[in-house]
């Protein structure tokens, strides 16, 4: 089982979106996602998506939103246990990323990327300012075969 934190940031109605290239091994290769990853010993959600966000793009949250939590059940991949999170505050400059190339992406070109099909979900779920949220997601494969959100099935 993993735990992570995902971070859209936001700016000028666009997402800080990461193209996942250059990784080998990677489960999210050729997806376009936010920016995080998995937790280190001793983290709280807010930690780690501080953290990661700082060293994947050079940038330091000055203010964030806790949105929900999300669930992936996978038969490839196992079970992620994902903490997601909104920001439109923050200092620094954009470095170059290891994982692959940082893009701002204007967010009514989202439903053109190569995203996991539960990321679209979530990511309508944040535009509409959605409460906390809870969101399982199960794959078979690389295909989404369920979607429950908050308790009631959706897909």
Known sequence: MKISSLCYIERDNK????????????????????IGGKF???ESPEDCVCREVLEETGLTLTSYRYRGIVTFISNVWGTEYMHLFTSDAYTGEIKDCDEGVLEWIDKKKLSQLTLW????IFLQLIDSDRPFFSLKLCYTDDTLTSAVLDGKTII
């Open 15 to 34: 997402y800080l979106m990461l193209h996942r290239v250059s990784k080998e091994n990677d489960e999210n290769a050729g997806k376009w996602i936010g």
């Open 40 to 42: 280190e010993e001793g």
């Open 117 to 120: 099909e539960g990321d679209r």
